[in-house]
């Protein structure tokens, strides 16, 4: 890990793809620590798993965005400017505290339950079949390209009835945001976003269609209604979330299941255990890094450590994921342990929305895989890089070999 402008340990390209040794001493010497993120923010990093559960859930470690722009200056120790983020993308329900959190969190919730989430699941399955075919006859693909990443927006993109020409781009400006590029690159990335989100509010106003996105901007009842920047940030947070992390449940689990060939081959022999590896996945190597910033509204004790008001705190999943106080043996892949109780999905009134969504997209991505090739890994395991992401937790490609099953 680097040494930045304090004496504070920098997460910088080091951490990324190693972080799980970081994590395991970060347990070890206390529940929160000081650390400057690679763009130059100070922030307290929480690695135990009680003590992450406690800052995802108590309202003292407020998400409301307003807060943010002056403890963003104020905790900036980098060189240079930090970047500015698009006001229009940052109005949504993971940047606020209820009351506010609850009425825009409410306008979605019901369409992403898990029975509703159910009925999806013959499209879904299609939408793989065909993304399994195109790669029919291959000897090598990358499973991030060929079937991770094109199949979560497919379906985030059909729910809200965004079309897909620019895709492209789309996953260019998502990538730039969520990875933490340069200032300038952030911040052009926004604006295109922004505007490209706008204009699309704007084609649903005038061409309703019976999708969600429709719904949220023709909300006739005023205290579901939406001005138009909520909208674009509804939009943005949708997407984002839609786009950049069932591609690493997806990916990191099939890297990991390549990793411990006896898994595999467990999974195989029994593909009812696909639900309890899903679970495994998540905790194991789940797609989120951290979980979003959070601010302390006053001092607050955090075990053995006391965070003053006004700091910027950030609960580490995949750290407490692998806390053995809360999971035994917990740096193995064990896909038969007993699932549940992970925080990959978060905790308290932000828990992800998706999750019923993410848990079918993985299982019917991994099963459809298992069932129709022999997978393995084709490129040597320390050739493989992770993204520099402090949100995201997720390799840039995932080569592996393909060979169609016998028995089909
Ligand atoms: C495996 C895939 C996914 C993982 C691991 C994941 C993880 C998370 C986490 C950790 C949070 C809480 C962040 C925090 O408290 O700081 C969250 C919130 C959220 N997620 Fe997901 N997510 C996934 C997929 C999805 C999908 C497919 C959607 C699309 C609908 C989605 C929509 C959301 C929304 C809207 C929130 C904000 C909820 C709120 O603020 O009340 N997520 N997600």
């Known amino acids: 890990m680097g040494e930045g402008a304090t004496a504070l340990e920098v997460l910088d390209d080091e951490y990324f793809q190693d972080p799980h040794r970081f994590h395991a001493e970060l347990r070890e010497q206390s529940a929160a620590r000081q650390v400057v993120l690679h763009r130059g923010l100070k922030v307290w990093l929480v690695g135990r798993y009680d003590e992450a559960r406690f800052v995802l859930a108590d309202p003292r470690f407020s998400k409301e965005f307003s807060g943010f722009e002056e403890l963003f200056d104020k905790h900036h120790v980098g060189e240079g400017d930090r970047a500015r983020f698009d006001q229009s993308l940052v109005q949504h329900m993971l940047n606020s505290d209820p009351p506010n959190h609850t ?220 806390d053995e106080r809360r999971f035994p043996d917990a740096e193995s892949f064990d896909i038969t342990r007993p699932s549940g109780g992970h925080l990959a999905f978060g905790h308290g009134v932000h828990y992800c929305v998706g999750a019923p969504l993410a848990r079918l997209e993985g299982q019917i991505a991994v099963g459809a895989l298992l069932d129709r090739y022999d997978i393995g890994l084709a490129a040597a395991p320390e050739t493989l890089r992770w993204r520099s992401s402090t949100l995201m937790r997720g390799l840039y490609t995932l080569p592996i070999s393909l060979s169609a099953r016998g028995s089909r």
């Open 103 to 322: 009425r825009l969190r409410k306008l979605v919730s019901k369409a992403f339950t898990a029975r509703r989430v159910e009925q999806l699941r013959p499209r879904i399955q299609q939408i793989t079949d065909e993304l399994l075919d195109a790669v029919a006859g291959q000897a090598e693909v990358d499973l991030v390209d060929a079937l991770a990443f094109p199949l979560p927006i497919t379906v985030i993109c059909e729910l809200l009835d965004v079309p897909m020409d620019d895709r492209d781009d789309f996953r260019r400006w998502s990538n730039i945001l969520v990875g933490g590029d340069e200032p300038a690159a952030v911040e052009e990335a926004g604006g295109a976003m922004a505007a490209f989100l706008s204009r699309l509010v704007e084609h649903k106003r005038a061409n309703p269609g019976d999708d969600i996105f429709s719904a949220l901007v023709h909300a006739t009842d005023d205290n579901d209604r939406l001005d138009h920047t909520e909208l674009v940030s509804m939009a943005f947070l949708l997407l984002i979330a839609g786009h950049e992390t069932t591609v690493n449940l997806i990916a990191n689990g099939v890297h990991n299941l390549l990793l411990h060939p006896e898994q595999l081959d467990k999974l195989r022999s029994d593909p009812t255990l696909l639900p309890g590896a899903i679970e495994e996945f998540l905790r194991y190597e789940g797609p989120v890094n951290q979980a979003t910033f959070r601010y302390t509204t006053e001092d607050v004790v955090v075990g053995d450590v006391t965070i003053p008001a006004g700091e910027i705190v950030l609960a580490s999943l995949i750290a407490a994921n692998r």
